[in-house]
């Protein structure tokens, strides 16, 4: 590589690092924290909790789960509810969310408190708190509305909700090791979770010796569809990304030749990948290069020139969160030449606040987006409970809590749940619309195509908006 380009790929790493290190920025009106470690998107556990207890990483209100936001009276709540002074607990947490009303936590806390030892429903939810804090409090919030919304209504046939948080770090065999613990606490019902595709992969076999559902609105590898009959999602598969991103190439762009940037150590890469690939090859076009993002020996600026060598007139990014940055890293050294393709972890703050100029008019493939559904009522409730706009993965996790609380609804036993899901009757009113499951566990719906444009609704100076 030229002494040029090895400067550039430095100076691009630099960049990278310093926008995280900076203060807190805002993405879609939703405040996001300054990273507490080099890289807070890593799936990487912190050595200070790899070996922590899995009661210890379990709450429905008794611990702190999200050392980032510990208020005082946050505090004070928790330490009443472990020593079950609910009263108290719902004084301090009443007094702790309008300090910092967009802390989901607090919210489940304080729906919990205000149940105190009243008979009651309990879902559970598991999210990657350690290692990537953002995506698990976007999470945390759309479970945390659906529970304050059903509450506020009189709860499920006049039985509230609660619900217990687990923090599995993003890593398999923690989240299998919190998978067993739901299946062992008799009053657990459902699950919303996990993270990421393999992570959820490997707490299948839990959650069916169980007999309890899980729902993920996060994990999109085909290799979930029909791994067993208590596995759903709340998004579509990557088998429906994939051939939307391959038919806006094909029949928009009118381009047929593109190269793949992947992580081979993903489960999520690989499935989008190898989806997109098929349906490229099947539109007529055909995929000239791979490239891996995990490669010890991966350069950004000489894989872009081999690229172009080869004949590629688009860069298809599936990258994961883990490997985010070496993918913006390839935005930067394409600098708009070729169109750009991305999958849903693309969708995330640092692709507009680093990609800037160089990012324009990428296309990415997501669940849902805000602007899609001007007229629905959940965007709505969610900009006035949180006094901000909220994204994909809270609008997936919101519909996993109202497709469990519509299963209890109709039977309240864990068997129940999962035949109310399957029965070619159900029907669960979400944040865009109605939630159904084919008999694979997938959703029914397909995926909203989004370009990033110059605007102001982030305060980057460019946006993610919906291609009609």
């Known amino acids: 590589m030229s002494q040029k380009n090895e400067t550039t790929v430095l100076l691009l790493a630099l960049g990278v690092t310093l926008a995280l290190v900076v203060g807190g920025v805002w993405f879609g009106r939703i405040m996001i924290q300054p990273p507490k470690t080099n890289n807070s998107d890593s799936t990487a556990p912190n050595s200070s909790t790899s070996n922590q207890p899995i009661q210890e990483r379990i709450s429905g209100g008794d611990k702190l789960l999200i050392p980032t936001e510990a208020t005082p009276e946050k505090q004070a709540g928790i330490k009443a509810i472990a020593s079950k002074n609910y009263t108290e607990a719902v004084s301090k947490l009443e007094t702790a969310i309008k300090r910092t009303p967009n802390d989901p936590e607090i919210l489940i806390y304080l729906n919990n408190a205000r149940i105190g030892n009243q008979k009651s429903y309990s879902i559970a939810v598991s999210v990657p708190i350690t290692s990537d ?11 945390a509305q659906a529970q304050n919304e059903v509450n506020l209504a009189g709860g499920i046939k006049g039985i509230p909700l609660k619900v217990l948080i687990a923090n599995d770090d993003n890593v398999p065999d923690v989240a299998k090791q919190v998978a067993e613990a739901f299946v062992k606490n008799a009053e657990i019902l459902g699950v919303v979770g996990h993270y990421a595709s393999d992570v959820t992969l490997a707490t299948v076999n839990s959650y069916e010796s169980g007999q309890l559902v899980v729902i993920s609105p996060t994990s999109s590898s085909v290799k979930l569809s ?71 020996n991966f350069d950004p600026a000489q894989n872009f020139n081999q690229a172009i060598k080869g004949g590629a007139q688009v860069l298809m990014l599936a990258s994961n969160t883990d490997t985010l940055d070496k993918a913006l890293q390839v935005i930067q050294v394409n600098d708009t030449k070729l169109s750009l393709l991305g999958g849903d972890d693309v969708y995330a703050p640092k692709t507009l606040q680093i990609g800037r100029e160089a990012a324009i008019n990428m296309v990415v493939a997501i669940p849902w987006h805000i602007l899609a559904s001007p007229k629905a009522e959940f965007p709505k409730a969610a900009s006035q409970l949180w006094g901000a706009e909220v994204n994909w993965r809270t609008a997936m996790a919101y519909d996993a809590a109202k497709a469990l609380i519509a299963g209890i609804g109709r039977n309240p036993t864990r068997k129940g749940v999962q035949t109310a899901l399957l029965a070619s009757d159900f029907s669960a009113e979400g944040a865009g619309g109605g939630i159904r499951f084919l008999p694979s566990g997938d959703r029914n719906q397909g995926v909203q195509l989004v370009k990033i444009v110059k605007g102001s609704r982030s305060s980057f100076g460019y946006d993610f908006v919906p291609i009609p």
């Open 133 to 143: 804090v953002n995506s698990a409090k976007e999470i945390l919030r759309g479970v």
């Open 226 to 296: 029909r791994a067993s009959s208590y596995v759903f999602r709340t998004l579509p598969s990557d088998y429906v990304a994939a051939r939307a991103l391959a038919d806006y190439m094909l029949q928009k762009l009118k381009e047929k030749n593109v190269a793949v940037f992947f992580n081979s150590q993903s489960g999520y890469s690989q499935s989008l990948k190898s989806e997109f690939v098929t349906a490229v090859a099947l539109g007529g076009g055909q995929v000239i290069s791979e490239f891996d993002l995990s490669s010890p």
